[in-house]
């Protein structure tokens, strides 16, 4: 057993290890954050993942039909299943980049100096017959019944000369669309 003097030494010494050994608070910084959701009963399974590449192949730049007669068309499919039950319909819009000479197709990414082609742009048609052109504007929106909880919504992409005065040049295209789908 310890002595009192021996007792009070030993609980000096071992507080004094104990503070030494703790660091000594310091202020710290805050950071204010803002969580944001939407919450909806009306949603689908994508069946795609990323981006959907749809190719159209080679075209001859001097044998390409006049403005308005596609010189190349493919279809593509983009499908939603697991629809719940209040979901009857989709509503799908367009929106990209207009081409300077017809505001009504989307236009090439890639200029002439990127090895761009020129004087070419893109429609997409949609619909469950693939009859109207959706502008990059978001007008000439589609529609798409919901049967048993899924839809396949049909579209086709057509490549045309953007005017009928233009010069079409060769070069790659590429043409970045997006389609906003809204579940009714």
């Given at each position: 057993?310890?002595?009192t003097?021996?007792?009070?030494?030993?609980?000096?010494?071992?507080?004094?290890?104990?503070?030494?050994?703790?660091?000594?608070?310091?202020?710290?910084?805050?950071?204010?954050?803002?969580v944001?959701?939407?919450v909806?009963?009306?949603?689908?399974?994508?069946?795609?993942?990323?981006?959907?590449?749809?190719?159209?192949?080679?075209?001859?730049?001097?044998?390409?039909?006049a403005?308005?007669?596609?010189?190349?068309?493919?279809?593509?499919?983009l499908s939603?299943?697991?629809?719940?039950?209040?979901?009857?319909?989709?509503?799908?819009?367009?929106?990209?980049?207009?081409?300077?000479?017809?505001?009504?197709?989307?236009?090439?990414?890639?200029?002439?100096?990127?090895?761009?082609?020129?004087?070419v742009?893109?429609?997409?048609?949609?619909?469950?017959?693939?009859?109207?052109?959706?502008?990059?504007?978001?007008?000439?929106?589609?529609e798409?019944?919901?049967?048993?909880?899924?839809v396949d919504?049909?579209?086709?992409?057509?490549?045309?000369?953007?005017?009928?005065?233009g010069?079409?040049?060769?070069?790659?295209?590429n043409?970045?669309?997006?389609?906003?789908?809204?579940?009714?």
């Open positions: 057993m310890f002595s003097k021996q007792g009070t030494s030993a609980l000096f010494y071992s507080s004094l290890l104990f503070s030494v050994g703790m660091p000594l608070a310091q202020a710290g910084d805050t950071a204010n954050i803002k944001t959701a939407t909806v009963n009306r949603t689908c399974t994508p069946g795609w993942t990323g981006t959907q590449d749809v190719g159209l192949g080679t075209i001859d730049a001097a044998t390409m039909p403005h308005g007669t596609p010189a190349a068309s493919k279809e593509f499919t939603l299943t697991g629809c719940s039950s209040d979901v009857s319909k989709i509503k799908v819009t367009a929106s990209g980049t207009p081409d300077s000479a017809d505001a009504t197709d989307f236009a090439n990414s890639l200029d002439s100096a990127a090895g761009g082609a020129t004087g742009g893109v429609f997409i048609k949609g619909g469950p017959s693939q009859d109207t052109t959706m502008h990059p504007d978001k007008s000439g929106s589609v798409y019944p919901v049967s048993n909880g899924a919504m049909k579209f086709k992409a057509q490549l045309e000369k953007d005017s009928d005065t010069t079409v040049t060769t070069g790659e295209v043409v970045p669309v997006t389609l906003n789908i809204e579940y009714e």
